[in-house]
């Protein structure tokens, strides 16, 4: 069939627009950067439609072992999928090497903001069936969804620090 294919045509893209990506931003100007980042950006949001993950039902197939169609599985491989681009470029671009600053940024202490966070990310993505990639996507078409859900998510944003302020 066509998806082995066209996901194996969103793999080796992928791997392009990141190497591409940090070769612009090394050498180029803004725009440069700019470019490559729109580049990086659509290739990732085709490849969450291709995948199906702009549609909370699908997240929620993977959440609900006891749904009504049975468990899916399929989000466990399009996450192993994308170790199996992210993993290997990571080590032989030298991400971490080339960015002191997100070795920095990668070595802080686990404070109680930091889980507080990710249960916040956790269980919005449970409730909500969308994380910001695929929730972009969504808002972009339209999709009552993903509006709702951004709001959501840039409200938090914004009371984050009230709260934190509050119970800090």
Do not use: H, Y
């Not at 960015?99 to 990710?118: D, F």
Request: with cysteine; proline share 6%.
């Amino acid at each position: 069939t066509a998806a082995p294919v066209a996901t194996a045509a969103l793999a080796a893209a992928a791997a392009a627009l990141a190497a591409g990506q940090l070769a612009l931003g090394r050498r180029g100007g803004a725009s440069a950067v700019a470019a490559a980042n729109a580049l990086c950006g659509a290739g990732f949001a085709v490849s969450l439609v291709q995948a199906s993950m702009v549609k909370p039902s699908k997240i929620d197939g993977f959440l609900n072992f006891a749904g009504s169609r049975g468990w899916d599985p399929s989000l466990a491989f399009v996450m192993g999928g994308a170790l199996l681009v992210a993993v290997p470029l990571w080590r032989a671009l030298r991400i971490a090497e080339a960015s002191p600053a997100l070795r920095e940024w990668a070595a802080r202490p686990v404070s109680p903001a930091l889980l507080t966070g990710g249960v916040c990310f956790g269980v919005g993505w449970g409730l909500g069936g969308l994380c910001p990639g695929p929730a972009w996507v969504s808002a972009g078409t339209g999709s009552l969804a993903g509006v709702v859900w951004l709001g959501s998510m840039v409200a938090g944003r914004q009371l984050a620090p009230m709260i934190s302020a509050a119970f800090g």
